[in-house]
């Protein structure tokens, strides 16, 4: 796929946009696997789709080991050896108030969901967790659909605290949403304990991101992330 952007948002975070003309079909909370780019790199890269249209394909992404480090230094005009779009989205439902929290690089795969919920004409609430006001992103546009409330764990921005400072504060919803680290979904499974409409998206390392390696197996081992989530009614697995 053709690189047309690849730019810093916060820190150690990055965005690139592609290039996405021949793929037809998207649903919000499904990722794209990438190449790195170097050779002596085997494993793609997990990447959250983080907005999309009929051109244009969006992907966040954190520079954290040599894969990513690699693919911050791609250029417009280069190309992405892409296998995507994978992994089944978020089902959206007939409601009217919806709870969507995301925590560090698990708010990119919210934004779009965001968009849909809130064209159905849907009241969305966010919360979006971040360490500190540097790694903070996608604000503004998630205030461009709702409410947003922020929180950072040193106080630097929004509330000072983690999402779970907010929601044990909040009402009842619908539905809730949800894609962050492991904690941040456990406090929510606490939270909203016995709730039928509860999703979460896993984040984990894949190797083939297609099914067949059984590496991104859930904790219960009984389903493969890649495949048959990342989304998934809470009820289903064991965090």
């Given at each position: 796929m053709k690189i047309l952007a690849n730019n810093c948002i916060a820190k150690d975070t990055y965005e690139m946009i592609l290039d996405a003309q021949e793929i037809?079909?998207?649903?919000?909370?499904?990722?794209?696997?990438?190449?790195?780019?170097?050779?002596?790199?085997?494993?793609?890269?997990?990447?959250?789709?983080?907005?999309?249209?009929?051109?244009?394909?969006?992907?966040?992404?954190?520079?954290?080991?040599?894969?990513?480090?690699?693919?911050?230094?791609?250029?417009?005009?280069?190309?992405?050896?892409a296998l995507g779009p994978l992994g089944n989205g978020f089902d959206l439902l007939?409601?009217?108030?919806?709870?969507?929290?995301?925590?560090?690089?698990?708010?990119?795969?919210?934004?779009?969901?965001?968009?849909?919920?809130?064209?159905?004409?849907?009241?969305v609430t966010f919360v979006l967790g971040f360490k500190t006001a540097e790694m903070a992103y996608y604000i503004e546009k998630f205030?461009?659909?709702?409410?947003v409330i922020v929180t950072t764990d040193d106080?630097?921005?929004?509330?000072?605290?983690?999402?779970?400072?907010?929601?044990?504060?909040?009402?009842t919803f619908d539905a809730i949403y949800a894609c962050g680290p492991w904690p941040l979904l456990y406090g929510l499974q606490v939270k909203?304990?016995?709730?039928?409409?509860?999703?979460?998206?896993l984040e984990e390392r894949m190797a083939c991101g297609i099914g067949a390696c059984y590496a991104c197996d859930t904790k219960d081992k009984k389903h493969r992330i890649c495949t048959e989530g990342p989304v998934f009614n809470i009820k289903e697995v064991e965090l």
């Open positions: 037809k079909k998207i649903k919000a909370g499904q990722f794209m696997h990438l190449k790195s780019g170097r050779e002596d790199l085997i494993l793609r890269r997990p990447i959250s789709i983080a907005s999309y249209n009929e051109k244009e394909l969006n992907l966040v992404y954190k520079v954290i080991g040599e894969g990513t480090k690699t693919m911050a230094r791609f250029k417009p005009g280069e190309e992405v050896d007939d409601v009217e108030e919806v709870l969507i929290v995301g925590g560090g690089m698990g708010v990119a795969p919210l934004y779009p969901l965001g968009k849909e919920l809130t064209q159905k004409k849907i009241e205030q461009a659909l709702g409410e106080g630097s921005l929004g509330i000072f605290g983690n999402v779970g400072t907010v929601v044990d504060e909040l009402g909203f304990d016995g709730h039928p409409h509860l999703y979460v998206s």
